[in-house]
Nanobody, 121 residues
Framework: QVQLVESGGGSVQAGGSLRLSCVAS????????MGWFRQAPGKEREFVAA????????YYADSVKGRFTISRDNAKNTVYLQMDSLKPEDTAVYYC??????????????WGQGIQVTVSS
Protein backbone atom coordinates (compact mmCIF):
# COMPACT_ATOMS: atom_id res chain seq x y z
CA GLN A 1 0.00 0.00 0.00
CA VAL A 2 1.11 3.57 -0.60
CA GLN A 3 0.16 6.83 1.07
CA LEU A 4 0.07 10.05 -0.93
CA VAL A 5 0.32 13.68 0.20
CA GLU A 6 -0.27 16.57 -2.19
CA SER A 7 1.05 20.11 -1.90
CA GLY A 8 1.39 23.25 -4.00
CA GLY A 9 -2.22 24.20 -4.55
CA GLY A 10 -3.65 27.67 -4.06
CA SER A 11 -5.20 30.60 -5.87
CA VAL A 12 -3.92 32.15 -9.08
CA GLN A 13 -5.20 34.46 -11.78
CA ALA A 14 -6.07 33.19 -15.23
CA GLY A 15 -2.95 32.75 -17.32
CA GLY A 16 -0.83 31.99 -14.29
CA SER A 17 1.00 28.83 -13.24
CA LEU A 18 1.10 26.43 -10.33
CA ARG A 19 3.07 23.28 -9.66
CA LEU A 20 1.52 20.48 -7.65
CA SER A 21 3.66 17.91 -5.89
CA CYS A 22 2.71 14.53 -4.49
CA VAL A 23 5.01 12.61 -2.18
CA ALA A 24 4.46 8.89 -1.77
CA SER A 25 5.39 6.81 1.24
CA UNK A 26 7.05 3.43 0.97
CA UNK A 27 9.95 2.01 -0.96
CA UNK A 28 7.96 0.70 -3.92
CA UNK A 29 7.11 4.01 -5.57
CA UNK A 30 8.61 2.98 -8.88
CA UNK A 31 6.17 0.03 -8.99
CA UNK A 32 3.26 2.39 -9.51
CA UNK A 33 2.02 4.39 -12.41
CA MET A 34 0.97 7.80 -11.12
CA GLY A 35 -1.78 10.16 -12.08
CA TRP A 36 -3.61 13.36 -11.34
CA PHE A 37 -7.36 13.69 -11.28
CA ARG A 38 -9.62 16.61 -10.42
CA GLN A 39 -13.14 17.24 -9.23
CA ALA A 40 -14.93 20.54 -9.71
CA PRO A 41 -17.99 21.47 -7.62
CA GLY A 42 -21.05 19.58 -8.79
CA LYS A 43 -19.06 17.46 -11.24
CA GLU A 44 -17.64 13.97 -11.28
CA ARG A 45 -13.96 13.32 -10.73
CA GLU A 46 -12.11 13.37 -14.03
CA PHE A 47 -8.74 12.24 -15.33
CA VAL A 48 -6.10 14.93 -15.87
CA ALA A 49 -2.75 13.26 -16.51
CA ALA A 50 -0.85 10.02 -15.94
CA UNK A 51 2.75 8.84 -16.13
CA UNK A 52 4.26 5.38 -16.36
CA UNK A 53 6.54 3.99 -13.64
CA UNK A 54 9.60 4.80 -15.77
CA UNK A 55 8.42 8.29 -16.65
CA UNK A 56 8.76 7.55 -20.34
CA UNK A 57 5.05 7.46 -21.17
CA UNK A 58 2.63 10.25 -20.33
CA TYR A 59 -1.06 10.74 -21.01
CA TYR A 60 -3.25 13.84 -20.80
CA ALA A 61 -6.87 14.83 -20.95
CA ASP A 62 -7.62 16.86 -24.06
CA SER A 63 -8.64 19.81 -21.91
CA VAL A 64 -5.13 20.20 -20.45
CA LYS A 65 -2.93 18.96 -23.29
CA GLY A 66 -0.25 21.52 -24.12
CA ARG A 67 -0.77 23.40 -20.83
CA PHE A 68 -0.05 20.80 -18.12
CA THR A 69 3.03 18.60 -17.73
CA ILE A 70 3.28 15.54 -15.51
CA SER A 71 6.68 14.29 -14.36
CA ARG A 72 8.14 12.12 -11.63
CA ASP A 73 11.34 11.74 -9.63
CA ASN A 74 11.60 8.15 -8.44
CA ALA A 75 14.57 8.99 -6.22
CA LYS A 76 12.35 11.41 -4.29
CA ASN A 77 9.14 9.35 -4.43
CA THR A 78 7.47 12.39 -5.94
CA VAL A 79 5.21 13.12 -8.88
CA TYR A 80 4.60 16.64 -10.17
CA LEU A 81 1.97 18.43 -12.18
CA GLN A 82 3.15 21.67 -13.76
CA MET A 83 0.10 23.72 -14.70
CA ASP A 84 0.60 26.66 -17.06
CA SER A 85 -1.84 29.00 -18.82
CA LEU A 86 -4.42 28.22 -16.17
CA LYS A 87 -8.07 28.91 -16.90
CA PRO A 88 -11.01 29.45 -14.54
CA GLU A 89 -12.38 26.08 -15.66
CA ASP A 90 -9.30 24.42 -14.16
CA THR A 91 -10.66 25.30 -10.72
CA ALA A 92 -11.11 22.04 -8.80
CA VAL A 93 -9.80 19.82 -6.05
CA TYR A 94 -6.84 17.95 -7.51
CA TYR A 95 -6.05 14.41 -6.41
CA CYS A 96 -2.86 12.45 -6.76
CA UNK A 97 -3.33 8.75 -7.46
CA UNK A 98 -1.18 5.64 -7.67
CA UNK A 99 -2.01 2.49 -9.57
CA UNK A 100 -0.45 -0.90 -10.11
CA UNK A 101 -2.01 -0.99 -13.58
CA UNK A 102 -0.55 0.66 -16.64
CA UNK A 103 -0.67 4.44 -16.88
CA UNK A 104 -2.62 4.10 -20.13
CA UNK A 105 -5.54 2.76 -18.05
CA UNK A 106 -5.86 6.21 -16.45
CA UNK A 107 -7.05 4.89 -13.13
CA UNK A 108 -6.17 5.24 -9.47
CA UNK A 109 -6.02 2.56 -6.80
CA UNK A 110 -4.67 4.72 -4.00
CA TRP A 111 -5.57 8.36 -3.50
CA GLY A 112 -4.26 11.46 -1.79
CA GLN A 113 -6.51 13.69 0.27
CA GLY A 114 -6.84 16.29 -2.48
CA ILE A 115 -5.72 19.90 -2.77
CA GLN A 116 -7.65 22.96 -3.90
CA VAL A 117 -6.68 24.90 -7.03
CA THR A 118 -8.63 28.09 -7.71
CA VAL A 119 -8.20 30.14 -10.89
CA SER A 120 -9.83 33.55 -10.99
CA SER A 121 -10.67 35.48 -14.15
Amino acid sequence: QVQLVESGGGSVQAGGSLRLSCVASGRTFRSYSMGWFRQAPGKEREFVAAISWSGISTYYADSVKGRFTISRDNAKNTVYLQMDSLKPEDTAVYYCAASLSAASNKRGDYWGQGIQVTVSS
